[in-house]
T-cell receptor, first 116, second 115 residues
């Protein structure tokens, strides 16, 4: 079946504008994760969904960041009033078997966000 | 709190040689999973191999194997017979079984395979 997809693949925006990033997980995957990866850096956890609920929002950098998931499927990460430090690649991943340790994630191709 | 340490920011290996990428972790959990991912220059994250904390044997997947030393809390990735296509960033990650359901990733090792 299809893998994780993300859109747009690239987004260039002006400082102060709002952006929405979309993630379509693998069908049937109950867990969905958002990460941020700055250039040359590792993955920074943002938020995790189990179904449509987000039990862990601890990674969201500020209240300008929010995310939702509907239908236990698509998720949207919204960044309000973007700032230059928000420039990064935003990766989405989905997984199943969250109650077990053997729970590999499958990643999307990412959205590269550039804030001018 | 869980933590992953990858001490090698960059590594070189000659084509067809084997290379070991280091990963140490810190956790108080007894049950956990360790994962390695590859990130080529194209940016996608590719799952390579998994090791469970209770697995008695080291995991292997084709040319990838894990040198898992639980007492030392290390899970080093061994790539045998390196190929030019192995040039990429490699990330080690730990997944706790309960609580946060949050993966913790290391900072990565950039591997360059030389022809």
């Amino acid at each position: 079946g299809a893998g994780v997809s993300q859109s747009p693949s690239n987004k260039v925006t002006e400082k102060g504008k709002d952006v929405e990033l979309r993630c379509d997980p693998i069908s049937g995957h109950t867990a969905l994760y958002w990460y941020r990866q700055r250039l040359g850096q590792g993955l920074e956890f943002l938020i995790y969904f189990q179904g449509n609920s987000a039990p862990d929002k601890s990674g969201l950098p500020s209240d300008r960041f929010s995310a939702e998931r509907t239908g236990e499927s698509v998720s949207t990460l919204t960044i309000q009033r973007t700032q230059q430090e928000d420039s990064a690649v935003y990766l989405c991943a989905s997984s199943t078997r969250t109650s077990e340790v053997h729970n590999e994630q499958f990643f999307g191709p990412g959205t590269r966000l550039t804030v001018l | 709190a869980q933590k992953i340490t990858q001490t090698q920011p960059g590594m070189f290996v000659q084509e067809k040689e084997a290379v070991t990428l280091d990963c140490t972790y810190d956790t108080s959990d007894q049950s956990y999973g360790l994962f390695w991912y590859k990130q080529p220059s194209s940016g996608e994250m590719i799952f390579l191999i998994y090791q469970g904390s209770y697995d008695e044997q080291n995991a292997t997947e084709g040319r990838y194997s894990l040198n898992f030393q639980k007492a030392r809390k290390s899970a080093n990735l061994v790539i045998s017979a390196s190929q030019l296509g192995d040039s990429a960033m490699y990330f080690c990650a730990i997944f706790p079984p309960s609580g946060t359901y949050k993966y913790i990733f290391g900072t990565g090792t950039r591997l360059k395979v030389l022809a």
